[in-house]
């Protein structure tokens, strides 16, 4: 029934965030060891007294844009992996790179673990501070531009996502899902995994789905990978899919203004979060390309409150 109703609004993967604590152990990694640029510098949504890290390439690309949410204080369980849990996020890099990235984590104290190849491409592993479980992939067809930034060239830099693992309670609904419902299409099968590509496919435009049947249902905690965030265009688009997913009978939040985008979530039928959002107006809009990341940068409803939010902030060295 929805088959082609949305074929081609979905680009590619927007975002991913993770559940973490320890602000400054994250900032840390991800800037200094990974290279990434802080692009955002801003609190939860909900929460205003909490920190909430963008980061990504250096002009901010969707499809490059890593968040963490720092829970410091709540009470939350340890994730446990399971079905209907995101297994991992996967960055693109270059081909012959791994030996670099697999020294550099290492140095830092970081473990890396060779997995099998995966779909003819190599794999490595590794758990950021927070316990994501990540994985850097080489790929001989990632065409983004990338610029190079924090000492890297273009031989080893990170391109941005590669795609994103899921653990589906009912494979068969997810993938009905990505593919009826989103615009996805198979691009091939491995095993227990399910390789869907969105707009041709390709690095940042690809989603696998694990079929596990005998893995317990996952828990949601510390660690564990929150939501895969999905990219359209315009609001025009952002509205068609809304339109046409919630008329399939599927619950979606509201559209929610995020200040540098726009955001609509849901749980999918295999019980994974998913937030479809727009690139505009942007992460500039606040600031210049320049200054991405120097200041703390208010959502709306928390601007006249900034004074109480600084002060209940947990410290940080930039």
Do not use: C
Not at 27 to 44: E, S
Not at 170 to 195: A, D, H, M, Q, Y
């Amino acid at each position: 029934m929805l088959k082609g109703l949305t074929k081609g609004l979905i680009k590619g993967i927007h975002h991913i965030t993770g559940a973490v604590i320890d602000g400054q152990r994250d900032y840390d990694f991800y800037t200094q060891v990974m290279a990434l640029r802080m692009v955002k510098r801003t609190v939860n949504h909900e929460v205003g007294n909490l920190w909430h890290f963008f980061y990504g390439d250096y002009e901010a690309h969707a499809g490059t844009i890593m968040t963490n949410m720092l829970f410091d204080g709540v009470p939350l369980p340890k994730y446990q992996r399971g079905r209907g849990s995101i297994d991992a996020l996967s960055y693109s890099i270059p081909i012959g790179s791994t030996p670099y990235w697999i020294e550099r984590l290492n140095k830092h104290g970081y473990a890396t673990t060779e997995r099998p190849e995966r779909f003819g491409e190599k794999v490595t592993h590794f758990q950021d501070p927070g316990g994501l479980d990540s994985e850097l992939i080489e790929s001989d067809n990632d065409s983004r531009d990338t610029t190079p930034y924090g000492g890297l060239d273009a031989s080893n830099i990170i391109r941005g996502f590669h795609s994103a693992t899921l653990i589906s309670r009912i494979p068969e609904l997810t993938i009905e899902f990505f593919t009826s419902g989103l615009g996805f299409e198979v691009v091939s099968e491995e095993g227990n995994r399910t390789r869907l590509g969105a707009n041709g496919g390709g690095p940042g435009r690809t989603i696998d789905i694990l079929d596990e049947p005998d893995l317990p249902w996952g828990v949601f905690g510390l660690g564990a990978i929150h939501h895969v965030a999905l990219t359209v265009d315009s609001m025009d688009a952002i509205k068609r899919v809304w339109g046409v997913l919630g008329g399939s009978g599927m619950i979606l939040t509201d559209l929610r203004d995020r200040k540098w985008f726009h955001s609509a979530y849901l749980t999918e039928p295999g019980g994974i979060n998913i937030e479809i959002s727009n690139v505009d107006p942007g992460f500039t809009v606040d600031e210049s390309l320049e200054e991405l990341g120097n200041t703390l940068q208010l959502p709306k409803q928390w601007a006249d409150q900034r004074e109480r939010i600084e002060s209940e902030l947990p410290a940080m060295k930039w």
